[in-house]
Structures are given as C-alpha cells and as structure tokens.
C-alpha cells in the first residue's frame, strides 16, 4: 500500500479564486450539467417515458461526440489551467447547449402550455444558465473563450440533430414498437409523444379514477 499512488476523483474537483466572491459563485454552477443528468434520471425513473429515455440518451451521445473531438483536435487547456488533459471543444459548454436546444425544441415542438409565456420563460431560464456556465469555464481559466464558443455550437447542432432524429424517425417508427412489447407494459414504460397535453390528460384521469374510488367507498 505504501507503493501506492493515491488520486482523486476529477468530477466535482473545483478551485476557485480565494477572496473573489464571483470566483465563489460561479464555482457552483460546474457540477450543473451533473445535476441535471441526476434529475432526469429520476424522472426517467418515475415517468418512465420513451422520450425521456431518447433524451438521456442523447447526453451519452454528446458526450461521445466532445471526447472523439477533444482527441481528434488535441487543444490543450489554457496556461495555468488547474485541470489537465485537452479543452477543445468545451465539455461543460457542450453539455449545456445541448441540453438547451433539446429542451427548447421540446417546449416549442412537443409541449402545450396553457399560458404562451411558460415556454419562452423556460427557455430564458435555459439560455441564462448556459450562458453562465460557459462563462464560469472562462473566468475559471480552464477553457479559452473559443474553446467555448465551439463547445456551444457542436452542443446546440447535436441537440437539434438528435431531437428531429427523434422526432421523426425514432419516435413514429421505434417507439411504438418498444410500448407494445410485454415487458414494455409490465414495467408500465410508455410513449406519450402523440398526447398534446400530458399533464392535463394525467390530472383528468386522476380525477376520474378519484371519483369513482370515492362512489365505491
């Protein structure tokens, strides 16, 4: 043991400028894409939804994408950079226009809000937690400004790629065929892309199966 080199576990390693209170707070918004992949997983897992499943899928394939580019490319991070290895393309800038094209489209093409404002609200969200991601990677000192921009642009096409993909063709073709096998139905796994408005379909049928339970009592 004594032989051993001991090292850390890269994924939430984060420095940040002692005394700089804007160091501090953008800081704290590194492990976002992982959170964010945290909360869909639990969605997924309680939704069960083909869509959410093309979705996190998708981040895998992101993923995939920047470290093929990274090797390809072979940029290294900037001078003084606390994290080693390439930086080109940004993988938190990727990451994050991913996730915002896929989730705009998402509001824009597949979801129905009663009030019109709810989607361009969420996207604005969106946008401004993106943006202040890719700036954190520059204040931070581990990716250049180009190094993110070019992040931001392979994650916004890979996101529209991906959501037509599924779109299209993945969710008329494949979806069906997955909702309907036994094991799909046993594990209440489902494709609700064709219901223009879920949650009040669900609110409804609570409603309803609410009624009739209180008829019986």
């Known amino acids: 043991l004594e032989s051993m ?50 979705t996190f899928a998708g981040y895998f394939a992101n993923e995939v994408v920047n470290h093929l580019l990274k090797d390809v490319i072979k940029q290294p991070r900037p001078p003084g950079s606390y994290k080693p290895g390439n930086g080109m393309p940004s993988d938190h800038a990727q990451f994050m226009f991913n996730f915002l094209v896929l989730f705009s489209l998402l509001v824009s093409v597949r979801c129905r809000f009663q009030n019109k404002l709810a989607a361009p609200f969420l996207q604005l969200c969106t946008l401004g937690a993106a943006l202040i991601v890719c700036y954190s990677r520059v204040y931070s000192g581990v990716h250049t400004v180009s190094q993110v ?69």
Not at 20 to 28: G, T, V
Not at 165 to 173: E, K, M, N, S, Y
Not at 174 to 187: D, E, G, H, M, T
């Open 5 to 54: 080199v001991a090292k850390s576990l890269s994924i939430f390693y984060i420095e940040y400028q002692e005394g700089d209170p804007l160091s501090y707070l953008l800081a704290w918004t590194v492990p976002l894409p992982y959170f964010i992949v945290a909360m869909h997983f639990a969605v997924l897992l309680f939704r069960r939804e083909l869509w959410s499943a093309w």
């Open 149 to 217: 921009a070019a992040g931001a642009i392979v994650g916004s096409v890979f996101g529209a790629f991906w959501f037509f993909l599924g779109h299209r063709f993945v969710a008329p073709i494949i979806f069906p065929v997955i909702s309907s096998l036994p094991i799909a139905r046993y594990f209440y796994i489902r494709d609700s892309t064709n219901v223009p408005n879920v949650l009040a379909v669900e609110y409804e049928a609570c409603e309803k199966a609410g009624s009739v339970q209180k008829k019986r009592l």
